[in-house]
């Protein structure tokens, strides 16, 4: 059973960085994906197994940064620049990865989810 656990969500302010991590069971393909009230989820940002592939959402292109550390089994979400519209909850999920188009979908394990809040 795979098993993923989010932390370093909080609360910031707009230009602020945060960054997020998502500890897994063993090295799978993770994607993050956020939801705000009200709004659809969205697919944020992807990582291969290997590091061979990334996917960043329009959204967050030239602000986020996926990496991965496969010795902890580890996958962190750098967010800088960070604007009142990336406010949302933040999940890791097991995931696919298209190229194309360029794309990341979910597949079925979850973690919790991690709030992040950026406010003034």
């Known amino acids: 059973q795979v098993q993923l656990v989010e932390s370093g969500g909080g609360l910031v302010r707009p230009g602020g960085s945060l960054r997020l991590s998502c500890a897994a069971s063993g090295v799978y393909t993770i994607g993050w994906f956020r939801q705000a009230p009200g709004k659809e989820r969205e697919g944020v940002s992807c990582?291969?197994?290997?590091?061979?592939?990334?996917y960043y959402a329009d959204s967050v292109k030239g602000r986020f940064t996926i990496s991965r550390d496969n010795a902890k089994s580890t996958v962190y979400l750098q967010m800088n620049k960070l604007k009142p519209e990336d406010t949302a909850v933040y999940y890791c999920?097991?995931?696919?990865?298209?190229?194309?188009?360029?794309?990341?979908?979910?597949?079925?394990?979850w973690g919790q989810g991690t709030q992040v809040t950026v406010s003034s």
């Open positions: 990582i291969t197994s290997s590091s061979g592939s990334t």
């Open positions: 999920a097991t995931a696919v990865l298209y190229s194309r188009p360029p794309n990341c979908r979910p597949r079925d394990s």
